[in-house]
């Protein structure tokens, strides 16, 4: 079965880092793009950034860049969220995506891990 | 890049019809094929249910289907059912310098 399990989610005051990852299993990890999308509390989602199958492109949200880094391990089948700088509006439940390279859709979510940034 | 604009809510009875918009602009649901749809259940993760505008993934039910109309997709859930309640996303592929997708800003369906 295809599974995405995220962590390292928690408590950080503004300012601090965090790093989240996101363990991958069931399918080929090195295929497929991997993104990260969150979920502040009781709003929408919003999408923050995607790394190619490779690890050669990166793209981010506005919101993050210059801020948040993602990565990747394929030997490890992990996916990584570096965080500095974090605000308040960075507290959310951010969740790690597979992304489908052909339709553009993000096929397959792990459960989530919360980031709460506050003093 | 700004939301892409759904309904707060709709409602149906059991076994009706229900039709959620997300509307955008020429530079996101319009330019590109490449809507997608979420359904989301409380305190549970996103998923995925229509991809490229009106193809079902696998194992997703017939009941729910997409289409697409200039800068306005739908997304149309029939034979409503009690589970079907929940809330539901719409996302379009932008790939503009600020954000390379855009999500709507989420839809509660309620099963009255």
């Known amino acids: 079965q295809v599974h995405l399990v995220e962590s390292g989610g928690g408590v950080v005051q503004p300012g601090r880092s965090l790093r989240l990852s996101c363990a991958a299993s069931?399918?080929?990890?090195?295929?497929?793009?991997m993104h990260w999308v969150r979920q502040a509390p009781g709003k929408g989602l919003e999408w923050v950034t995607i790394?190619?199958?490779?690890?050669?492109?990166?793209y981010y949200a506005d919101s993050v860049t210059g801020r948040f880094t993602i990565s990747r391990d394929g030997s490890k089948n992990t996916l990584y969220l570096q965080m500095n700088s974090l605000r308040p509006e960075d507290t959310a439940v951010y969740y790690c995506t597979r992304g489908d390279g052909v339709t553009s859709a993000f096929d397959i979510w792990g459960q989530g891990t919360m980031v709460t940034v506050s003093p | 890049q700004s939301a892409l604009t759904q309904p707060a809510s709709v409602s149906g009875s059991p076994g009706q019809s229900i039709t959620i918009s997300c509307t955008g602009t020429?530079?996101?649901?319009?330019?590109?094929?490449?809507v997608s749809w979420y359904q989301q259940h409380p305190g549970k993760a996103p998923k995925f249910m229509i991809y490229e505008g009106s193809k079902r993934p696998s194992g997703v039910s017939n009941r729910f289907s997409g289409s697409k109309s200039g800068n306005t997709a739908s997304l149309t859930i029939s034979g409503l059912q009690a589970e079907d309640e929940a809330d539901y996303y719409c996302c379009s592929y932008v790939g503009s310098s600020t954000s390379l997708y855009v999500f709507g800003t989420g839809t509660k369906v309620t099963v009255l």
């Open positions: 069931g399918f080929t990890f090195n295929s497929y793009a």
């Open positions: 020429s530079s996101d649901v319009g330019s590109y094929n490449l």
């Open positions: 790394i190619s199958y490779d690890g050669g492109d990166k």
